[in-house]
């Protein structure tokens, strides 16, 4: 079975509206490593993802305060926070486990790492990894390829891929 998936997305808001349709498939204990350079979307993804969990407060960029944590509404997920972090001003993967967020996502949390690939040796066992790419010919087009690492996501990947299903595309 394929562990990865091609996305199209043809705009911020196709980025946020296929967030909220993966949020929809996670659950208590995930971590999301969000990668890409800069402005690629990683903070857009995180705001649809945060809209589908019944998130009111804007889900902004984590930059200076690495870590923002937000109460997620009672709902079918179980999930109880969201946890957005970046670690892109952190140089040493000590920092980065220093955040905790293995231990807080534990606690009914889902965690969105921007600049996350950095971080796959202490967070990646069984993350999932979202890579956004540009466009050099369309600047509202983003490639995002979503690859799952572990049994939990080859446990869950068909429901996966029938969420991402409107934005997919060949590899
Ligand atoms: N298809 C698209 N998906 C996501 N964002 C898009 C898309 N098309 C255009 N954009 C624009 O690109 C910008 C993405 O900015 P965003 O802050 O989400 O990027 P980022 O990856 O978080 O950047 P940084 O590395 O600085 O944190 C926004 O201005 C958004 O409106
Ligand atoms: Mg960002």
Redesign the pocket.
Known sequence: MSTSLALA????A??RELAAALATVCVPGDVLLLS??????????AQGFGRALGIDDPVT?P?FTLVRQYEVAPGPTGLRTLLHA?V?RLDHLGEIADLGLGQLVEDGGVALV??GDAAEPVLGSGALSLL?ETDPDD????RITVTGAGESWDDRWSALASALGPWTVAP
Do not use: H, V
């Open positions: 997305s043809g705009s911020a196709a980025t890409g350079d800069l402005g690629a979307g990683k903070t857009t993804f960029s930059t970046d892109y921007e600049w956004l600047e509202g087009r983003r």
